[in-house]
């Protein structure tokens, strides 16, 4: 079974226990001839991708009221994995969603910490810094460095802290992030998850 | 008594009770004759001023052991200020400082408005949103505009409150902040009353 998750900059395949990533500009979706289920962000490649009657759009198979109408698709499935818990996905944004009995209670949207770097170095030259991931969050700073490396991070922990629920890390950055939440689980595949799962519930009209 | 804070934009003078500014690049500093006590987070202007003997800085009377090496002037300053309190000045940055008895814990620096909603905007045009200051932040968000304000103000608003301590707003946002802050007093002279506490400790050397 081949399961694609579609950014805004590459494909990302799960074939078996096989993950590979394909350049959004350059690979075309019409050179695989088997089903492929995907769910995709980019709207134009979107468009594209129903034309081509082997390519599974799952995100059909989502009861979307559950969600609100801007919500990303790849947030969607996120939460679809994880019956209680605090998602972090961590990648150019972090997103942050809370799911309580399998209900999706809603969830926020934090820099991710390129742009945050960014965005301090934008403020002042003299805040160019990278993040300190090992500051102790238990201090208040006295160095500036570590005054934007609290001033990211420990504002994001006492939020995600103050749910008391277990926390689901995810996304490209999910490693430097288990330094601020080390009891936290790491699973790169959660999207994944929920497309097996997806695929299983809906398994006489799919397959 | 002609005090005078000086920042990257602006000189902010306060003449007795009257306040008033003068643009960095257009404002003559040799065109007062009067004595001017300054603080100067501007370091060409800085050098500039030196060289005028009616300016008299007042930075050269704090004890500097009790702050960092690179910590502005006017954070210095703003703290000097304050006994018991987190100050929170809401500016192109926001700064929060801590204070208990009359020491200094430390403090951490967030993107001000203006440069957190170009960070969201510049991850994705999905998130061009101004702040929602009335969004609940009891309740997760469920829409974008409110996904990313709570990302914005809910982390900062529990990191501040876990530090049990009155707040202080100051800056050119601080009513902006009040919103998410209701108890805060709002003081946007701190660093004119630390002005007049340091030249009256001062009173020998300076007058």
């Not at 694609?4 to 226990?17: A, E, K």
């Not at 996120?78 to 309580?100: C, P, Q």
Request: aromatic residues 12%; contains cysteine; hydrophobic residues 40%.
């Amino acid at each position: 079974m081949l399961l694609c998750d579609i950014g805004n900059t590459s494909y990302h395949f799960l074939d078996g226990s096989r993950e590979y990533k394909q350049d959004v500009k350059t690979f075309d979706p019409s050179s695989i001839k088997e089903k492929v289920y995907f769910i995709c962000v980019n709207n134009t490649l979107h468009v594209r991708l129903k034309s081509l009657s082997n390519w599974i759009d799952l995100s059909e198979y989502i009861d979307k009221e559950k969600y609100y109408k801007t919500m990303g698709i790849d947030r969607i499935f996120a939460v679809e994995s994880v019956s209680n818990g605090i998602i972090i996905d961590a990648g150019s944004a972090v997103t942050v969603d809370v799911v309580k009995n399998d209900e999706f209670m809603g969830g926020f949207i934090y820099p991710g910490i390129k742009a945050m770097q960014k965005t301090y170095e934008n403020i002042s030259p003299a805040l160019a810094y990278s993040f300190n991931f090992e500051c102790d969050l238990d201090i208040m700073p006295k160095n500036s460095q570590d005054a934007i490396s609290y001033g990211y991070l420990k504002t994001l922990y006492c939020e995600v802290m103050s749910h008391q629920l277990p926390i689901i890390l995810t996304g490209g950055n999910a490693l430097e992030f288990k330094k601020i939440f080390p009891d936290a689980k790491i699973d790169t595949a959660l999207i994944f998850h929920a497309m097996k799962k997806i695929i299983k519930e809906n398994e006489d009209r799919l397959c």
